[in-house]
């Protein structure tokens, strides 16, 4: 009898085992495919001197990388991203980097193009160049890009009405890059400079060239445990906002995922930014 009982307990543990498995991993499908949207407010020139008076300027930016699209992430869970970026009616939209995957085959295929065609904003819709945008045929990848309806800022910058630069740096990956000097400087000196850089590691130059927010991607904020822990050993910051010296920086988790739909201990993201300019 006492054997018999035994062996239901042990039974009765597997199973409890694989429902609180099985419980994760469906958790784990949720988190990976139902982004949220991150809200930050960063206040530009504020000070005692304007603390009755309203700003000269607002914006609102919704930045949102590492969408990966391709077999994995499919034309209906880009149709998902693209009715999410609708609803936060931002000003200017950003994808900084790995829009595509692996392959563009699959995008070429489902005709993912007319979806993204549907991301408008009224100081326009920019991609970032990521290390994932360079595989297989670059130039087609861009030429892609580009007729989807994106701007692509390569080392390249866009005065916003003459209020703020926002400033696109090309992939850390990349071989021949302007210099971080350069790329800020690029339009006179407009300040405040928001740059997005697909890779956290350019960071440190940002801080050292005066960038008021630095936003970047990359690391998926490690996607599933106990990878978000190890990220922290490599980057500055693998996931969130901070400050290095005057920049302020935000690393985001991404709104997509790479590889299996999948995210323990982490969540797919869209960013606002409101910028208020004094």
């Excluded at 200017?92 to 995008?107: E, F, K």
Aim: glycine letters at 8%.
């Amino acid at each position: 009898m006492k054997q018999l009982t035994g062996r239901r307990l042990k039974i009765g543990a597997l199973w409890m085992i694989l429902l609180l498995i099985a419980i994760q991993l469906y958790s784990g499908y949720q988190h990976a495919v139902n982004p949220v949207v991150k809200t930050r407010t960063y206040l530009f020139n504020k000070s005692s001197k304007h603390a009755d008076h309203p700003p000269k300027a607002v914006y609102k930016l919704l930045i949102a990388s590492d969408l990966h699209l391709g077999y994995m992430v499919d034309e209906s869970q880009l149709q998902k991203y693209v009715d999410l970026i609708h609803e936060q009616h931002a000003d200017i939209v950003v994808i900084d980097g790995d829009l595509i995957d692996y392959s563009l085959h699959p995008l070429l295929e489902t005709g993912m193009d007319e979806q993204l065609r549907r991301i408008v904003a009224p100081k326009g819709v920019y991609l970032i160049p990521g290390n994932h945008d360079y595989k297989g045929d670059p130039q087609q990848n861009f030429d892609w890009i580009r007729q989807a309806g994106m701007t692509i800022l390569k080392d390249s910058v866009v005065n916003i009405d003459n209020q703020f630069l926002l400033a696109g740096r090309d992939d850390r990956s990349r071989t021949g890059r302007l210099p971080m000097e350069a790329l800020v400087k690029q339009d006179g000196d407009v300040k405040p400079v928001v740059l997005c850089a697909h890779q956290p590691g350019d960071l440190p130059d940002a801080s050292r060239c005066g960038v008021f927010l630095a936003v970047c991607g990359h690391t998926h904020a490690g996607q599933v445990f106990p990878f978000n822990l190890l990220e922290r050993l490599v980057y500055i910051k693998a996931y969130g906002d901070g400050k290095l010296a005057d920049t302020h920086y935000y690393v985001s988790s991404g709104l997509g995922f790479s590889g299996i739909p999948l995210r323990i201990a982490t969540c797919s993201e869209a960013v606002v930014f409101n910028i208020e300019i004094y």
